[in-house]
């Protein structure tokens, strides 16, 4: 019994585990969007014209998005180590450019805020 679930076959159940429900809740998020359940409407701008707030949203979006992919391709593809699993450590610089966009982001939040309220 103890051959049928060593670390390598539950890591692998794990794995497909995860796969399927990542899968599935891609598969809910697209379905919503489509029958208008999501609504992306401002997900860029607030500003009804688009102009005030697209560049920071869309950098945010992107970098937290392809980052996101870039880890969970890579956390699946790293080999489990029976010794000691652990999921792959995050780059500094990784954090580097992700602090920035968000400080970028949120650096346009308060302009953008600031110059509402004058």
């Keep these: 019994m103890s051959e ?16 399927a429900w990542l899968g599935a809740l891609v598969l809910v998020v697209v379905f919503r969007l489509m029958t208008g359940g999501i609504v992306l409407d401002g997900l ?3 500003d009804p014209t688009g102009q005030q707030g697209f560049a920071e949203r869309l950098t945010l979006l992107l970098a937290t998005l392809g980052y ?3 880890y969970t391709s890579t956390a699946l593809g790293t080999p489990l180590d029976a010794a000691e699993p652990a ?17 970028l982001y949120l650096t346009g939040k308060i302009i953008e805020l600031r110059t509402k309220g004058s």
């Design 44 to 46: 860029l701008s607030h």
């Design 87 to 103: 999921l792959p450590d995050v780059p500094e610089g990784v954090l580097t450019v992700l602090l920035g966009v968000n400080g």
């Design 68 to 70: 996101a992919l870039y």
């Design 4 to 19: 049928l679930l060593d670390i390598h076959t539950v890591a692998l159940l794990l794995r497909l585990g995860l796969v």
